[in-house]
């Protein structure tokens, strides 16, 4: 499985982004799969994750109401729309397989890591 995820940038504080990740080789159609994060000088952490029809879905605390994830399995992507950013949301961001398929909060489950894209957030 090779993930790529895209759509990062530079953005105000308030603004919003959409990350994508578009997967290729086996299907992720069938997986459990979530985004998770680095912040510069930390280590990653877990943002939110999404079951594989996409009814159900976890959030970080510090996301909760500000982001959603969502999936297009048609389109073998998955998405998180990132609403009323501040500048605690800079890092680079990292979509990838919850092995667990529990809608793990934890990093230890999640394989396939793909390539992040960097989110800026400027005061």
């Known amino acids: 499985v090779q993930l790529q995820a895209s759509g990062g940038g530079l953005v105000q504080a308030g603004g919003s982004l959409n990350l994508s990740c578009e997967a290729s080789g086996r299907a992720v159609s069938s997986a459990v799969m979530g985004w998770l994060r680095q912040k510069p000088g930390q280590d990653r952490e877990f943002v939110a994750v999404?079951?594989?029809?996409?009814?159900?879905?976890d959030y970080a605390d510090a996301v909760k109401g500000r982001f959603t994830i969502s999936r297009d399995n048609a389109k073998q992507t998955l998405y998180l729309q990132m609403d009323s950013l501040n500048p605690e949301d800079t890092g680079v961001y990292y979509c990838?397989?919850?092995?667990?398929?529990?809608?793990?909060?934890?990093?230890?489950?999640?394989?396939?890591w793909g390539q992040g894209t960097l989110v800026t957030v400027s005061s």
């Open positions: 999404i079951s594989r029809g996409g009814s159900l879905r």
């Open positions: 990838a397989k919850d092995r667990s398929a529990t809608l793990s909060r934890e990093l230890r489950w999640y394989d396939y």
